[in-house]
Nanobody, 128 residues
Framework: AIYLTELGGGSVQAGGSLRLSCAASGYDYSPYSYCMAWFRQAPGKEREEVAFIDSGGFTSTSYADSVKGRFTISQDKAEATLYLQMNSQQPLDTAMYYC??????????????????WGQGTQVTVSS
């Protein structure tokens, strides 16, 4: 098993920035062996994708259209830490943010159901 711990949530005004981090640990963890992602869930809504990173070979990333150009996912392999830099934040970004992982396959998953390791979540609140 692996364990994921998020840090860095908080409150920010519209247009501001926050950086989330997710520390991965566990005997089986290797950044080359797991697909990593950020999801978010607002009250009364389903959990939705935010960003994904595959560091198995050449690093590749992808983003939900709603955050493209504003958010950046990255990974410090030596520190086993995943990051989400959030800029130009909007009130619609208000949600609980979760980092997630699954054992790397041919393609990294895009749906929450495909991820079997989750952090406890960190709240992000953006005020107008």
């Amino acid at each position: 098993a692996i364990y994921l711990t998020e840090l860095g949530g908080g409150s920010v005004q519209a247009g501001g920035s926050l950086r989330l981090s997710c520390a991965a640990s566990g005997y089986d963890y290797s950044p080359y062996s797991y697909c990593m992602a950020w999801f978010r869930q607002a009250p009364g809504k389903e959990r939705e994708e935010v960003a994904f990173i595959d560091s198995g070979g050449f690093t590749s990333t992808s983003y939900a259209d709603s955050v493209k150009g504003r958010f950046t996912i990255s990974q410090d392999k030596a520190e086993a830490t995943l990051y989400l830099q959030m800029n130009s934040q909007q009130p619609l970004d208000t949600a609980m943010y979760y980092c997630a992982a699954h054992v790397r396959a041919a393609v990294c998953g895009r749906r929450p159901a495909q991820y079997n390791y989750w952090g406890q979540g960190t709240q992000v609140t953006v005020s107008s």
